[in-house]
């Protein structure tokens, strides 16, 4: 038996320090299920994975009030497989893929819940929509017609960098992008638009200083 129990200290650490309204994701991509074990005893109930087929398996081995985020890259051919469990997926980077999501959640009975990809960071290999395409996607209303998903909010990754102001200024301005869309798009009482999606292991802090609702850590949790 490994010992995990470094694991389940970070995890204590980091929720014990975040301020209310914050959600811990502890990012378990690559790490095996006894190391989310560790975590889920420690209290942690989401995680987050970045292949359709690892979260499938996780979640087939794990208890089963584990909540599940999908975060990375999702290809069209994959949604089937996490339509029936996935808690929420952060990385809709097109139309196109929302209205895929939409027609798995039909055959499954269900509404699942999504966040807006923003590509902000200066690296040109992150996927998202650039801001404007990203309003220009929401006042053509067609999305208002997906009865089968629900646009919760927004995900971003900032650049990779140790230039902390940039970092403060992508996340500054991916904030108030959310509030532009929450206010001109998704007002209505009946819309839950609430959820901001950005912090990793090495900027969070920033993160939760710019809005941040819900922070992604892989690394400084489950790498020793
Ligand atoms: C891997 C990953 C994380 C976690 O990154 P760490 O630096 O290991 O904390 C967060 N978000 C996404 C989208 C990722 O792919």
């Known amino acids: 038996m490994k010992d995990n129990g470094y694991i389940g200290e970070r995890i204590k650490r980091i929720n014990a320090a975040l301020p209310d309204g914050v ?24 995680f987050g994975e970045s292949k359709a087929q690892d979260l499938v398996k996780k979640q087939q081995e794990l208890p089963a009030d584990i909540r ?8 069209s051919n994959k949604i089937k497989y996490i339509a029936p469990f996935v808690h929420l997926i952060h990385s809709i980077d097109s139309y196109r893929l929302l209205q895929e999501v939409d027609r798995h959640g039909a055959k ?11 590509h902000i960071a200066k690296e040109d290999t992150k996927f998202g929509f650039t ?25 971003c990754m ?6 902390l102001e940039l970092i403060r200024e992508e996340f500054a301005a991916v904030q108030r992008l959310f509030l532009e869309m929450k206010e001109r798009f998704f007002n209505d009482e009946k819309n839950r638009f609430d959820i901001m999606s950005a912090g990793m292991s090495d900027d969070y802090p920033i993160a939760i200083e ?8 892989g ?5 020793k």
């Open 68 to 75: 599940w985020h999908f975060i990375g890259h999702l290809q």
């Open 23 to 46: 959600t811990l994701i502890a990012v378990s991509k690559y790490h095996p299920a006894e190391s989310v074990q560790a975590a889920y005893e420690a209290g942690q109930r989401d």
């Open 158 to 163: 900032a650049s990779n960098t140790d230039d």
């Open 108 to 118: 499954n009975g269900r509404r699942i819940p999504c966040l807006l990809q923003i």
């Open 219 to 223: 690394s400084g949790i489950f790498c």
């Open 210 to 217: 710019q809005g941040s609702t819900h922070i992604r850590i």
């Open 131 to 155: 801001p404007d395409e990203c309003i220009s996607m929401l006042q053509d209303s067609a999305w208002r017609t997906l009865q089968n998903i629900e646009i919760r909010g927004v995900m």
